[in-house]
């Protein structure tokens, strides 16, 4: 009963207008963002390579499809997730706004059977979400652009990987963006369960988003020790993996964290699902 239920949550999903508004949304960034650096690429790679000119000497293929793939992600971690809210935030709410949720809570399945079912489907979603960024930004990328070692700019000067070493990273760098995607599902799903109108989850979700990543911005330093506890640091992780050397332990410390807060909301939706009242 709880696989049939999963499945019915998805074709909920499938149905639904909204849940294409992130493919779509995603396709267009990246297809722009691909034509953009086909037709004038060189120009923005020369802003990076001017500064070592006269130390180094750049050989191969530079603007390739590794490098791009990387600056597609750079630019889509802030809307990813504001995509991800627009569906999941509706999966209890809007059962709640059009009266379903009364007929839902009376099949022969426990509540937590049908919180869960709800919370894999908007999962398997969100997967879908971050399989075909994958797909566009590191497959078409690479076929476009051809492939090659990657360049990157960071503040403590210009790191160079051999393209041996690439892949690895970027499929490390989407298991950890998927775990904050799935922070992101869980926070929308677990506000959805506290309203009963479709958009208030969605929006809120979006408004704490943003609020945290406004301070985790801001250079004070009384907000140093708020920042660790804010789950917008963690999302960020994926970058790390495209250091030498690769930092184990701040990466192993943000998985735990988002993993901990995840298991938290899941607990406090559950808890409040179980006793949604469906007779008022």
Same mark, same amino acid.
């Given at each position: 009963?709880?696989? /049939?239920?999963?499945?019915?949550?998805? #074709?909920?999903?499938?149905?639904?207008?909204?849940?294409?508004?992130?493919?779509?949304? *995603?396709?267009? #960034?990246?297809?722009?963002? =691909?034509?953009?650096?086909?037709?004038?690429?060189?120009?923005?790679?020369?802003?990076?390579?001017?500064?070592?000119?006269?130390?180094?000497?750049?050989?191969?293929?530079?603007?390739?499809?590794? %490098?791009?793939?990387?600056? #597609?992600?750079?630019?889509?971690?802030?809307?990813?997730?504001?995509? $991800?809210?627009?569906?999941?935030?509706?999966?209890?709410?809007?059962?709640?706004?059009?009266?379903?949720?009364?007929?839902?809570?009376? /099949?022969?399945?426990?509540?937590?059977?049908?919180?869960?079912?709800?919370?894999?489907?908007?999962?398997?979603?969100?997967?879908?979400?971050?399989?075909? $960024?994958?797909?566009?930004? =590191?497959?078409?990328?690479?076929?476009?652009?051809?492939?090659?070692? =990657?360049?990157?700019?960071?503040?403590?000067?210009?790191?160079?990987?051999?393209?041996?070493? *690439?892949?690895?990273?970027?499929?490390?760098?989407?298991?950890?963006?998927?775990?904050?995607?799935?922070?992101?599902?869980?926070?929308?799903?677990? =506000?959805?369960?506290?309203?009963?109108?479709?958009?208030?989850?969605?929006? %809120?979700?979006?408004?704490?988003?943003?609020?945290?990543?406004? #301070?985790?911005?801001?250079?004070?330093?009384?907000?140093?020790?708020?920042?660790?506890? %804010?789950?917008?640091?963690?999302?960020?992780?994926?970058?790390?993996?495209?250091?030498?050397?690769?930092?184990?332990?701040? $990466?192993?410390?943000?998985?735990?964290?988002?993993?901990?807060?995840?298991?938290?909301? %899941?607990?406090?939706?559950?808890? /409040?699902?179980?006793?949604?009242?469906?007779?008022?």
């Amino acid at each position: 009963m709880f696989w /049939k239920s999963t499945y019915n949550e998805l #074709i909920k999903i499938i149905a639904k207008p909204r849940s294409y508004i992130g493919l779509g949304a *995603i396709t267009l #960034i990246i297809a722009i963002i =691909l034509f953009a650096m086909r037709l004038d690429g060189m120009t923005y790679l020369s802003f990076i390579t001017q500064l070592f000119d006269q130390s180094l000497s750049f050989q191969g293929n530079i603007l390739n499809g590794n %490098l791009v793939a990387f600056i #597609i992600l750079q630019m889509l971690i802030v809307h990813i997730p504001l995509l $991800i809210a627009l569906v999941t935030g509706d999966l209890i709410s809007g059962e709640g706004a059009m009266g379903t949720i009364r007929l839902l809570l009376t /099949k022969p399945i426990s509540r937590s059977g049908i919180f869960f079912s709800k919370y894999l489907a908007g999962c398997i979603y969100t997967f879908v979400i971050l399989i075909w $960024i994958g797909f566009l930004a =590191l497959g078409v990328s690479k076929f476009v652009f051809g492939t090659g070692d =990657l360049m990157i700019l960071k503040s403590e000067g210009l790191v160079i990987m051999q393209e041996p070493d *690439i892949f690895w990273r970027f499929l490390s760098a989407f298991g950890i963006a998927y775990l904050g995607l799935m922070m992101i599902a869980t926070l929308s799903i677990t =506000l959805s369960c506290f309203s009963e109108n479709s958009i208030g989850p969605i929006v %809120l979700t979006m408004a704490i988003i943003i609020l945290f990543t406004i #301070i985790g911005a801001l250079d004070v330093s009384v907000l140093d020790n708020v920042r660790p506890f %804010l789950f917008t640091t963690h999302m960020s992780t994926w970058n790390s993996f495209f250091e030498n050397p690769l930092p184990t332990e701040q $990466i192993l410390r943000s998985a735990a964290s988002l993993l901990f807060q995840i298991v938290g909301l %899941l607990g406090i939706a559950l808890y /409040k699902f179980n006793r949604k009242d469906i007779l008022s």
